[in-house]
């Protein structure tokens, strides 16, 4: 019931606007809105892949760092013995 009387006011409000304003609605719903949500989307998906590079970056030093902490131990394990 409520859908249907939101779809009656909006028929009713579009019925009485003027025509500028019923193209500045739809300029809004059709063009504005649209853009926003394109660039968000754009906007996720770059700072996501920025995020993901960093952490790659990081497991990777973190990594080098493990290699090279086991290796310098297993040097010394081969000196004691």
């Known amino acids: 019931m409520k859908k249907l009387n939101l779809i009656a006011a909006i028929k009713n409000y579009l019925y009485k606007a003027s025509t500028s304003k019923k193209f500045i609605l739809f300029y809004i719903v059709g063009v504005i809105i649209p853009i926003l949500v394109i660039d968000a989307l754009i906007l996720h998906t770059l700072f996501n892949a920025g995020r993901e590079a960093r952490n790659a ?25």
Not at 57 to 81: G, H, S
């Open 57 to 81: 970056q990081y497991l990777d030093a973190a990594r080098t760092v493990e290699y090279t902490l086991t290796d310098m131990f297993d040097d010394a394990d081969d000196i004691v013995k």
